[in-house]
């Protein structure tokens, strides 16, 4: 059970910054409003980007900047027009910073205490802030979240834990929350009271707490999963993976519309997750088991329970790192290294191949940009593969220091947040 229990802590410390999926959402080239980016999938809207650089003690053309941050955080960074916006813990304080696209500091706004984190790989701001442009909001393992206006004024600010539940997480907290049309909305997943909240951007205001009570066994009922928004026909949905279930919730009352089970036949104690679900057309992929599963769930309020499983795969899968799809392949990015790209439809193998391995682990999610993918291992190396029918390993790259964040591709920048820096990178 021991060993059992160091796999989990060292996972879900590593777990970050979540996924948020917007799907149909159309923001410019120089927005990333979210860990998952423009659209919640992992893709860059547009640009082109570098695929080799080199950064040493000497002047390099290809880092145009770097900044040492305050404190420690692994969150991944949020990215309106000349706005970057990221989280950390300094002088006893939670923090939201701003910067320019220079590394420079426009203003800090605090937001609670820290609760630092459990394992050298985690930290009290794990979760990655959200912003539409307006607003911009930030979690906080202390239970903390708040929400500015572009100035830095903090308009409202909660403590979940403090207000509704306390933390019965065994590991630190990697759920980052999402925005919809009027709301912030976090989830709480774990053992004992789990649900859903929504806040009114602007007042803070509850406007919905739905409950997430689900039957799972032990750490089986945790997870640090971030939810995905998704628009159909039938309006727009949350659909959160935990607990042994995917389930949809309207995004405008958080009412339960539909769910799946059956993702721990064998009632497993350990199987938390952590890889958020991916859109993928009329599918969502949802990573599970430790790694060791993968479903494609039919998404659609009318779709017969019967027919919810459209495939299912128990030898392919993601812990941590959350898959990134691109048109009708989905590219999926195991704690090894191990690459393996697969047809959306069918969930067949196209290719599987292995990116360089050493002690250090791949914790963030794969990011697609201008034919290429991105992958970080935790020692601050950064591997581009090509997109394609193929493996087609591109460059090896490096940046000094350790980085579990995702990287943001925007503006045809790289940029790239260690625990205490970030670095920008261009041509």
């Not at 089970?261 to 199987?271: K, L, R, S």
Request: hydrophobic fraction near 40%; charge should be neutral.
């Amino acid at each position: 059970m021991k060993r059992n229990l160091f796999i989990a802590f060292s996972k879900a410390l590593a777990s970050l910054s979540f996924a948020v999926v917007l799907s149909g959402s159309a923001f410019a080239a120089d927005r990333w409003p979210s860990w998952r980016g423009p659209n919640g999938d992992g893709k860059a809207a547009s640009g082109s980007f570098p695929t080799a650089w080199k950064i040493d003690d000497s002047k390099s053309e290809s880092l145009l900047w770097q900044t040492k941050l305050p404190g420690r955080g692994a969150s991944t960074p949020a990215v309106w027009d000349d706005h970057i916006f990221v989280t950390t813990s300094a002088e006893g304080k939670n923090w939201l910073l701003a910067l320019d696209w220079n590394g420079k500091e426009l203003w800090r706004s605090e937001m609670g205490e820290p609760r630092d984190g459990k394992h050298r790989n985690g930290t009290g701001s794990n979760p990655s802030p959200v912003t539409d442009g307006k607003y911009i909001a930030a979690y906080f393992k202390s239970g903390d979240i708040a929400c500015t206006d572009t100035s830095g004024k903090v308009l409202w600010h909660h403590n979940l834990q403090k207000e509704m539940a306390e933390d019965t997480l065994w590991w630190d907290l990697g759920t980052s929350p999402v925005m919809t049309d009027n709301a912030v909305v976090v989830t709480v997943m774990q053992t004992g009271p789990s649900f859903l909240v929504a806040f009114d951007k602007a007042t803070g205001k509850v406007l919905w707490k739905q409950d997430r009570n689900l039957e799972a066994p032990s750490e089986a009922a945790q997870s640090y999963s971030t939810p995905t928004l998704m628009s159909d026909k039938n309006g727009k949905r949350i659909l959160v993976l935990g607990a042994d279930h995917l389930t949809a919730h309207n995004a405008e009352t958080g009412e339960l519309l539909w769910q799946v089970g059956g993702f721990n036949p064998t009632n497993h104690q350990y199987f938390r997750s952590i890889s958020s679900p991916v859109l993928a057309g009329d599918l969502i992929l949802c990573p599970y088991a430790r790694g060791a599963s993968l479903t494609a769930v039919r998404l659609g309020d009318d779709v017969p329970e019967e027919k919810r499983i459209a495939w299912k795969r128990e030898d392919l899968g993601a812990d941590v790192p959350t898959p990134t799809v691109v048109d009708n392949r989905a590219y999926i990015l195991a704690d090894d290294g191990k690459v393996t790209c697969i047809d959306v439809a069918t969930g067949k193998d196209v290719w599987s191949d292995s990116l360089p391995r050493n002690r250090a682990k791949y914790y963030s999610s794969p990011v697609y940009a201008d034919g290429k993918l991105y992958l970080s291992r935790e020692d601050g190396a950064i591997f581009v593969v090509a997109a394609g029918d193929k493996f087609e390993l591109l460059a090896s790259n490096q940046v000094p220091g350790e980085t579990v964040a995702t990287p943001v591709l925007v503006n045809s920048k790289i940029l790239i947040r260690t625990f205490d820096g970030l670095y920008c990178i261009g041509k």
